[in-house]
């Protein structure tokens, strides 16, 4: 298995787990009744993207669609791509979720872990490229 295949089979596995932890998380963002912080509808409208992108890539790695890659080696490219940007989707909803307590000194650390988790590989993606 060459390394790219290990990297695709990876965001693979990603893609269900992200978008069986978001969906709920959509449903009680859009059913609370005060909406929150003043970030709420960006959370929101990220985290349904977000979503949107994980439901591609999983539906874009099952069934035919799956067959094509020998055919089209880019298409699996593009499929883990759409994983990445979803990861990144959501590691941006939770930093505008943070950010009304962002004047407290001990939300730094977690904030700057979690942006260069979330946003960190994709970066490097882009870069290496």
């Known amino acids: 298995m060459q390394s790219g295949q290990n990297a695709e089979s990876l965001t693979r596995l ?5 978008a069986g932890f978001s969906l709920p998380t959509i449903i009680n963002f859009a059913s609370s009744k005060y ?3 003043p970030w709420h509808d960006v959370v929101l409208s990220l985290l349904i ?3 949107g992108l994980f ?5 874009m790695s099952i069934g035919r669609l799956y067959e094509t890659y020998d055919k089209y080696p880019r ?9 990445i940007l979803g990861i990144v989707l ?3 909803s939770l930093t505008f979720l943070a950010w009304p307590v962002v004047g407290r000194w001990w939300i730094w650390l977690p904030l700057g872990v979690l942006l260069i988790g979330g946003i960190g590989p994709g970066a490097w993606m882009l870069i290496v490229r």
């Open 14 to 18: 990603i893609a269900p787990i992200f």
């Open 35 to 37: 909406p929150g912080a």
């Open 49 to 51: 993207a977000a979503t």
């Open 55 to 59: 439901m591609a890539s999983i539906q």
């Open 75 to 83: 298409f699996r490219s593009f499929r883990a791509s759409l994983t």
């Open 90 to 92: 959501v590691a941006l």
